[in-house]
């Protein structure tokens, strides 16, 4: 859930146990785009930064993500209310990078720019907001 939204945004990166990046999200605030809605945070798949959707503030939404190292493909799944298009999904959809093979210990990377450039001279970042993660699981198949 996020909460007030983020000032900014909000990165979700899946890595491999050598750094490379998997699949990367972002969450931005609707500031970036002025015709945008503020009600809502705007979702990405980077790094060619396509939108998947817009996701309700202050509302429960559930990601989920499983990648295959073997086929080197991911799938993910974003609940949102019905009446905004119901579920955002991708199936089957190439990695960023392929990890290596024998590549372990996944790594979930969560971070938040509250001053991009972008902002710089015309917007004041308020300095609250939250997100509230209630679950992960990481598990491995053989």
Known sequence: MVEGLMHGSITMAIKDGSGNTNVELRLEDSRFNPQQDAGFGYL???PDRELL??????QLCDFFLEVNHTTHLFSLAVSRPAD???T???DNRS?????PAGVQYPVFELSNRTAPP???GWLVNPTS???WIDQIQIKGNR
Not at 53 to 58: A, Q, V
């Open 95 to 99: 990695l960023n990078t392929n990890s």
């Open 84 to 86: 905004m298009g119901g």
């Open 88 to 90: 955002i999904r991708l």
């Open 129 to 131: 907001g939250a997100v």
């Open 118 to 120: 972008e902002f710089t």
């Open 53 to 58: 959707g817009k996701l309700p503030l202050n």
């Open 44 to 46: 990405y798949l980077m």
